[in-house]
């Protein structure tokens, strides 16, 4: 929190909170709601473990498994890692090109407010009637038959909320990297978390409309009559799968290429030497990125394509292994002579190689379509794409929190708690999945929630439990960290570790509103380290000091995503219950009202005088 | 340049949805909305083509759609998005008073299309063509829907430009929302070309 922020009482703190447009505190909320959904997510997965600890266990049966298994995968993918990541993007990029905020403030407060109702609606799930119960993909032909509850109406309205805020997002970030980048930050020049941030928000708005328009569908077909996916109408349930997919593919990039962007960040910076081939590795992201849409069908190599596409997209999908090979190989580069400080991000960073290699070793096992006959469905689906998110994106996430964390709130986490996490988190996460691959190879099903005794199964399930529960003590050791940390941490400088290289080490941590009084200007790729090799503490301004434009607060992003929220409680029941209709008018009214509100408000912002900014920098000084 | 400047016709720039920061940026963020929205209605449209022929013994395509209709819904459409290029050059010479004249032509011709669409819908419904009858009629109403929604959109948004900004004039604070608002204008111009030829010509011959 800002200097400026801390003098005022908890109901100031939290209307800032509610109304700020300020990507530094939206990056906050992000963190804080990304990080409640991602401890809903764990628990959801350690119920998921103790069920499966014993052969015939009864602790989670039939229904509320299906629930727990649906609600975790959804969680865990929609609404912990994609808007975790946001919160880094959020934190870092605008500092990463030297801006002083990202291109439209006002959308970056609707798109965390849309994610942020999203989730609350599919969360409220569990307390009116049950959660959606079809799995993460919610098949059709399943989601259709389940008519017990509203669970699925949740997942298809939920979801289509959260993903208009995840758009909003990315059409933000592209304009903010596009035409705000400050004099001399050519594209070449962007660090790479930048980068993977453009590129990754690239996949989110072309990958984000299908998954909507599947969405849409589903929620026509069971709240509205339709017939898109009822074969007895005439309908098709495949166009479902071949929509999700067309999504689901290329956000496998979306959280990974972010992931990829961080541990680049933090293996040039403890290696202390520039990321080994740049040029390629902002290659190898566009080309994950492009052939990231042409491999959605091997998720469907069993549906009876045929051999024609299930061979092209098998091919397709083995390409991918080649830019991603490359993408390993420099950071071995980079770290290679290097001279490495193993702090607690690289402690992440140098686990991921080998973690993510394993995954990506499956993955390709599971490219080939005569094989993945066998694979299908198994726990050896299970392992790999675990050893993809959890050793890719979820490792990612540890290591930028740890590694940003003095940045975005000024203290430095305690490093011994650090690695004693990483420690727990890291054995925990291979015993967990490491023999999920002989589950699945022996034939355990994946999503059935019990199994006989006497099958082989049970060692290696009681292994895999015992390792969830690793991973639950390291987030929980994080959790302590991050209370002590807040409560008597260090606080830091700037340049927080020492070795930072790109612009958001060269201002104060955490930055001042305006993040820079002066736009730099931009030299070289690693901008900051240029100017420190140079001997100097500063970087070099483009411009004089002078007034700053800063963009007002407000209100109506919380109010606008508020009313989808009230309406989509409102259409879930409009076949049940007389108020439903009237309810999902009002919350509609309410959007567009607001909506309607921005557009006739004018909003020209204010500006920072130079005097105050010139005071506000001296009292950062004396700091 | 600044966005409170007043501006006379000889200091207007050439290109005023340009001229400032936040004009870039919305003219930029705008294009990129459009992409997002083009795979939106691929997708629709793609839903479509592979339901077309499920009328699970509803009326089909060639007994429904009338040309007549179609084609002047089509006609009101595509003149409304000349008259949307007009109303911008108009603000791009300073000429408020004639950029808002020619915009009201065009949510005019907006309101025809849209009004022939209820009307033909209408139709369809007591033919039996009812959202609920088959996979074809479910496809058919959302992507011929989502793009009459769109239209209502865009309508109601130019209506609300015109009359927040009908006092003041033109400014580099609302040029970019003008500009933008057109762009949108002639994407719903786009979609409905292929919703012609893909929809209701297809439709008729195939």
Known sequence: MSTITRKKGVGAVLWDYLTTVDHKKIAHLY????????????????????????????????????????????????????????????????????????????????GFWMFFFGGLFLNCSWFLGGAPDAGWTSYASLSLASKAHHGIDFYTLGLQISGFGTIMGAVNFLVTIINMRAPGMTFMRMPMFTWATFVTSALILFAFPPLTVGLIFMMMDRLFGGNFFNPAAGGNTIIWEHLFWIFGHPEVYILILPSFGIFSEIFATFSRKR????????????????????????????????????????????????????????????????????????????AFIPSFVMGGVTGVMLSAAAADYQYHDSYFVVAHFHYVIVGGVVFALLAGAHYWWPKMFG????????????????????????????????????????????????????????????????????????????????????????????????????????????????RGLDAFWIEKMEGKKELTPAEPLGDIHMPNSSFLPFVTAFGLFVAAFGFTYHNDAQWGLPVGILGLLITFGSMFLRSVIDDHGFHIHKEEVLELEKKEANA | MHVEEKLTAETFPAAPERATLEGKNKFLGFWLFLGGETVLFASLFATYLALK????????????????????????????????????????????????????????????????????????????????????????????????????????????????????GLDLYNAPKFYVASLYWHFIDVVWVFIFTVVYLMGMVG
């Open chain 1, 31 to 110: 963190l804080i709601a990304g990080g409640l959904f991602f401890l809903l997510g764990g628990l959801e997965a350690l119920f998921i473990r103790i069920q499966l600890a014993k052969p015939n266990n009864d602790f989670l049966v039939g229904g509320l498994y299906n629930e727990v298994l649906t609600m975790h995968g959804t969680t865990m993918i929609f609404l912990a890692a994609m808007p975790l990541l946001f919160a880094f993007m959020n934190a870092v990029v605008p500092l990463q090109i030297g801006a002083r905020d990202v291109a439209f403030p006002y959308l970056n407060a609707l």
């Open chain 1, 275 to 350: 990321l080994f081939g740049y040029s390629s590795m902002v290659f190898a992201t566009v080309l994950i990125a492009f052939f990231g849409f042409m491999v959605w069908a091997h998720h469907m190599f069993t549906v009876g394509m045929g051999p024609v596409a299930n061979a092209i997209f098998a091919v397709a999908t083995m390409a991918i292994a080649v830019p991603t090979g490359v993408k390993i190989f420099n950071w071995l580069f980079t770290m290679w002579g290097g001279s490495i400080k193993f702090t607690t991000p690289m402690y992440y960073a140098v």
């Open chain 1, 411 to 522: 203290r430095m986490l305690n490093e011994t708690l650090g690695k004693i996490s990483f420690w727990l988190f890291f054995i925990g996460f291979h015993l967990t999945f490491f023999i999920q691959h002989f589950l699945g190879l022996t034939g355990m099903p994946r999503r059935v929630f019990t199994y006989l005794p006497n099958q082989g199964w049970e060692t290696g399930n009681l292994v895999s439990t015992i390792g969830a529960f690793f991973m639950a003590a390291a987030t929980v050791i994080l959790l302590i960290n991050i209370v002590i940390t807040t409560a008597k941490g260090e606080k830091v400088a700037g340049d927080a570790w020492g070795d930072g290289r790109t612009l958001e080490w060269a201002i104060a941590s955490p930055p001042p509103v305006y993040n820079f009084a002066q736009t730099p200007l931009v």
């Open chain 2, 53 to 168: 022929d499920k009328t699970n013994g509803g009326p089909s395509a060639e007994e429904l759609f009338q040309m007549p209709v179609v084609f002047m819904a089509t006609m009101l459409l595509l003149t409304s998005s000349l008259t949307s290029v007009y109303a911008i050059y108009h603000m791009k010479n300073f000429d408020f008073k004639k950029m808002q004249l020619w915009f009201g032509i065009t949510v005019l011709l907006g309101a025809g299309f849209l009004g022939l669409e209820i009307y033909e819908f209408t139709e369809y419904v007591h033919e039996g063509h009812k959202f609920t009858t088959s996979a074809f009629a479910s496809s058919f109403y959302t992507l011929v829907g989502t793009h009459g929604s769109h239209v209502a959109f865009g309508l109601l948004w130019i209506l609300t430009l015109m009359i927040r900004n009908a006092k003041r």
